[in-house]
């Protein structure tokens, strides 16, 4: 089959052209592939970090408690503390940060969470 020069080169452009998309498509699969797993790998780190710190780490569970006449916070830190993981310290500023208690007062009637087992992270 015989090209004259202006139809081969037409050709050979339009050829090329596709080459040229082809190779951009792939370019693009390349980079969303490496964002992929660029991003797989960081989730796994973060999750393995947890992982880790989780063999000395307890799974926290609350109570309900409702506050009685003469309850405080340190009478309720000495029933509830010896199941908590951490200091006496850290369980009583976990109550009033789980509760937004911004005081040590208490009223009697109201219901206040209490964890009790893990560690305040």
Not at 1 to 7: F, Q
Not at 43 to 58: H, K, L, T, V, Y
Request: hydrophobic share 35%; net charge negative.
């Amino acid at each position: 089959m015989k090209y004259n020069n202006e139809e081969y080169i037409k050709r050979v452009a339009a050829r090329e052209k596709q080459l040229r998309t082809y190779k951009n498509i792939f370019y693009l699969f390349l980079i969303a592939l490496s964002l992929t797993f660029i991003v797989f790998i960081g989730i796994a780190f973060n999750n393995g970090g947890r992982r880790a710190n989780a063999s000395s780490d307890f799974s926290t569970c609350y109570i309900s408690v409702m506050v009685e006449d003469g309850d405080t916070l340190f009478s309720l830190a000495d029933k509830y503390y010896s199941s908590y993981s951490g200091t006496k310290e850290n369980f009583i500023e976990s109550i009033c940060r789980i509760n937004n208690i911004d005081s040590d007062n208490i009223d009697a009637g109201e219901y206040i969470i209490i964890p009790l087992t893990g560690t305040d992270n």
